[in-house]
Each structure stands twice: as structure tokens, then as C-alpha cells.
């Protein structure tokens, strides 16, 4: 699975400006049902209730909020860059300020898996997520998630 079957340049954002969890998700769930044509409401949801099983902040300033969706056609990735950290009750308890939203059929099973750990792979890499930081152009962005020397290397 390549992090390049999961998102595309529409599914970058390269500053958003939230202050809140709640609000990261709402509006990672707007941008979402722009790109699924499913209801935002319904993304939104699935989200949350991922949140109160356990957060999916995984430390180091990361956060790959992730959920099961009936009637979605196929996996589909959002990355979004913070304008500033928030909290989002890591297990580390840092703030966080890279995002990768990951959305899956209900049926996904395996593939589910297998998205979630390529991208926490690529986003374990401190010098993929320095680059990342350091950047704030939307086709860079997307450049160093999808470049598969990186990834290959992460």
C-alpha cells in the first residue's frame, strides 16, 4: 500500500487553523466529505467514537485519527499541517501539528491495517516529518508523503 493510493495533491492541507481536537476533526470530516460524497456528520461521528476508545495521537507531534465507514467505495487519506500545535491528548502528552486522517471501508479488514501502518511508518521518520514541519506549500507537502525513496526508506 502506497501513500500515494490514499491521498492526492485535493487531500493536503498545508496550514490549518484550528485550536481544539474537536475542531480538527470537524473540519478534517468537511474536507473529508467533499472528497468521499459522504455526509460530514457521519465521518465526523465514526471519528469520535474512535477517539473514545483511545486517542490516536501517537506522539512526537502525530496523530493518525482513523475510522470504518459503511458504503465507502475505498480507503481514503487527509493530510493536514497544523498552523499551531494543539492538544490532542497524545500518549506522550505533546501537542500535535501533523494529521493523517484515514478513512476505510467497513469491509477494509486487512487493508485497513496495512494503510495504518505505512503511514505511521512514513510518519515515525523524524527527518520525513522535520521535512514536513518545515514546509508550507500544499505540492511539497504532498511531494514528501508520496516520494518513494522516502518511504521506502521510512
Not at 465507502?72 to 494529521?99: H, M
Not at 493523517?100 to 487493508?111: I, V
Not at 511531494?143 to 526508506?153: E, F, G, K, W
Request: glycine share 6%; net charge neutral.
Amino acid at each position: 500500500m502506497e501513500i500515494s493510493e490514499l491521498i492526492n495533491d485535493a487531500s493536503v492541507v498545508e496550514s490549518l487553523h484550528v485550536t481544539s481536537k474537536k475542531q480538527v476533526l470537524q473540519d478534517l470530516s468537511r474536507r473529508a466529505a467533499g472528497l468521499t460524497g459522504l455526509h460530514e456528520r457521519t465521518i465526523f461521528d465514526v471519528l469520535m467514537a474512535r477517539e473514545k476508545l483511545g486517542t490516536t495521537g501517537v506522539g512526537n507531534g502525530i496523530a493518525i485519527p482513523h475510522g470504518k465507514i459503511p458504503n465507502l467505495d475505498r480507503l481514503y487519506g487527509l493530510f493536514a499541517r497544523l498552523e499551531r500545535p494543539i492538544d490532542f491528548n497524545a500518549i506522550d502528552e505533546q501537542p500535535v501539528d501533523l494529521i493523517f486522517l484515514l478513512l476505510a471501508p467497513e469491509s477494509a479488514g486487512a487493508d485497513h491495517l496495512k494503510a495504518l501502518a505505512r503511514v505511521s511508518r512514513l510518519l515515525r521518520d523524524k527527518t520525513v516529518c522535520q521535512k514536513l514541519r518545515g514546509t508550507d506549500k500544499a505540492e511539497a507537502l504532498y511531494a514528501l508523503l508520496t516520494d518513494s525513496t522516502t518511504n521506502q526508506a521510512a
